[in-house]
């Protein structure tokens, strides 16, 4: 059984999202972080994050994608690696962050990436509420505070602003999707496995949701 936190606009999900999707009705939106195979530990960090749980391959991210492609409306967007095109289904864009500093990778023998991409599926209901935006984002990247690959909220909310209606982000992680979703004052739902980061979100969005109110 699913813990469950009803946090203003949000509904948080405490468990596994393969457990948690069949029981949800359709939304509008899927933004996601989700473990897709570069089986990530932090090593350079004071304080090391724990590896990321679910993180030796792709499995997970290519079956809440397809999932999202059948019960989304409006769109999905999923970040990954540019290598995840041979495993995710085929995009209809890729959308480049470029970041402030360089990403891990071999040290000797590749490019030192300064770019993370997201996969982008148009679905039914999709249209862009402003000027279509380009497939280039720059935005610093955060100092991974709360999440060993923590998205900036700048980021974040520039992403939601290209969506409408319910987001869904089965991937919470600690909850930067969710804190940008309740800034722009849009109805979020997250669900998040790992009990730690489920608590920092669930303080994070509060915290937003606080904000929110206040003016």
Same mark, same amino acid.
């Given at each position: 059984?699913?813990?469950?936190?009803? *946090?203003?606009?949000?509904?948080?999900?405490?468990?596994?999202?393969?457990?948690?999707?069949? +029981?949800?009705?359709?939304?509008?939106?899927?933004?996601?972080?989700?473990?897709?195979?570069?089986?990530?530990?932090?090593?350079?960090?004071?304080?090391?994050?724990?590896?990321?749980?679910?993180? %030796?391959?792709?499995?997970?991210?290519?079956?809440?994608?397809?999932?999202?492609?059948?019960?989304?409306?409006?769109?999905?967007?999923?970040?990954?690696?540019?290598?995840?095109?041979? !495993?995710?289904?085929?995009?209809?864009?890729?959308? +480049?962050?470029?970041?402030?500093?360089?990403?891990?990778?071999?040290?000797?023998?590749?490019?030192?990436?300064?770019?993370?991409?997201?996969?982008?599926?148009?679905?039914?209901?999709?249209?862009?509420?402003?000027?279509?935006?380009?497939?280039?984002?720059?935005?610093?990247? +955060?100092?991974?505070?709360?999440?060993?690959?923590?998205?900036?909220?700048?980021?974040?909310?520039?992403?939601?602003?290209?969506?409408?209606?319910?987001?869904?982000?089965?991937?919470?992680?600690? !909850? +930067?999707?969710?804190?940008?979703?309740?800034?722009?004052?849009?109805?979020?739902?997250?669900?998040?496995?790992?009990?730690?980061?489920?608590?920092?979100?669930?303080?994070? *969005? %509060?915290?937003?949701?606080?904000?929110?109110?206040?003016?």
């Amino acid at each position: 059984m699913s813990q469950v936190e009803i *946090i203003g606009n949000a509904t948080l999900y405490l468990g596994d999202c393969a457990d948690v999707l069949p +029981t949800l009705d359709k939304v509008d939106a899927v933004i996601t972080d989700p473990p897709y195979g570069m089986k990530f530990q932090s090593n350079h960090r004071m304080v090391k994050h724990e590896k990321i749980y679910n993180d %030796e391959n792709d499995d997970l991210a290519v079956a809440v994608i397809k999932w999202g492609l059948e019960n989304a409306k409006h769109s999905v967007y999923a970040f990954g690696r540019w290598d995840n095109i041979y !495993g995710y289904p085929k995009p209809k864009s890729l959308i +480049t962050w470029v970041k402030n500093n360089w990403s891990m990778g071999d040290l000797h023998h590749e490019h030192a990436r300064q770019t993370e991409v997201a996969f982008f599926y148009p679905l039914q209901d999709h249209q862009f509420f402003n000027k279509r935006p380009s497939d280039v984002i720059y935005w610093q990247r +955060t100092g991974n505070e709360f999440h060993p690959t923590e998205k900036p909220v700048g980021l974040m909310r520039e992403f939601v602003s290209w969506t409408s209606g319910v987001i869904l982000d089965p991937f919470m992680g600690s !909850g +930067t999707t969710g804190v940008a979703a309740v800034e722009m004052k849009r109805q979020f739902i997250g669900i998040e496995k790992e009990q730690k980061y489920f608590d920092i979100a669930c303080k994070r *969005i %509060e915290d937003a949701q606080r904000q929110e109110c206040l003016f």
